[in-house]
């Protein structure tokens, strides 16, 4: 019965620490968001690495998106990475990780990165679209096809896919495909500049 009761008492306690430390870190939390929106980024890094957990998937990505913003790039690159390392399925981390290497120029990351989101979700639009707009850039038209294509028969109607699915398709000499493409863009936009050049463009 003492063994019960004192289970009980030890239970209670470390319940009343958890609820002590989530609300201490909840207004850290809390402190940071305000910080960062007044523009006050190196004040919301302050805050949060007081209660900083190198094992909180939570604090790392928070940390990544503000040091990040804070143009430490390296140190948000290891935030990232440390979030990566502690949910490996999860998606929102690598897209952070890209915001870094991007800003360095680190293409070969990016490009890696994108790749291991495809692998655990294939039919991630976002991802699926910005790798388009690289092999766009890279001239791999071919890939950029397959790219825009995918996202384009789960989203019809994206103004961006439509229109990138049309010019990759002008550049690897399917105009008929193109002009389709270009004139569907302009029912989402009819003004729109790119695809009204790209209709001047086809004979």
């Given amino acids: 019965m003492k063994r019960t009761a004192l289970t ?12 002590q430390d989530y609300t201490k870190l909840t207004a850290a939390f809390s402190d940071s968001y305000a910080k960062e929106k007044s523009g006050k980024y190196a004040e919301a890094v302050t805050v949060l690495k007081a209660y900083y957990d190198a094992n909180s998937y939570e604090f790392n990505l928070r940390l990544g998106w503000l040091t ?6 390296s140190e948000s690159t290891g935030y990232y990475n440390k979030a990566i390392e502690l949910m490996p399925y999860a998606i929102e981390p690598r897209l952070g990780a890209i915001l870094p290497a991007s800003s360095l120029g680190n293409w070969d990351i990016v490009i890696a990165q994108y790749n291991k989101i495809l692998a655990i979700d294939p039919n991630n639009t976002v991802t699926l679209y910005r790798l388009g707009l690289i092999s766009y850039d890279k001239k791999e038209y071919t890939l950029a096809y397959q790219l825009f294509e995918k996202v ?34 302009l029912l ?3 003004d729109d500049a790119s695809a009204k050049e790209g209709l001047g463009l086809i004979k």
């Fill in 68 to 73: 990040y913003l804070q143009g430490q790039f």
């Fill in 188 to 190: 989402y936009s009819p």
């Fill in 8 to 19: 009980a008492i030890f239970v209670f306690s470390v319940l009343a620490s958890l609820a």
């Fill in 152 to 185: 384009v028969n789960l989203y019809p109607f994206d103004y961006q896919s439509v229109l990138m699915l049309a010019w990759t398709n002008y550049r690897l000499g399917k105009t008929r495909e193109a002009k389709i493409l270009f004139n569907k863009a």
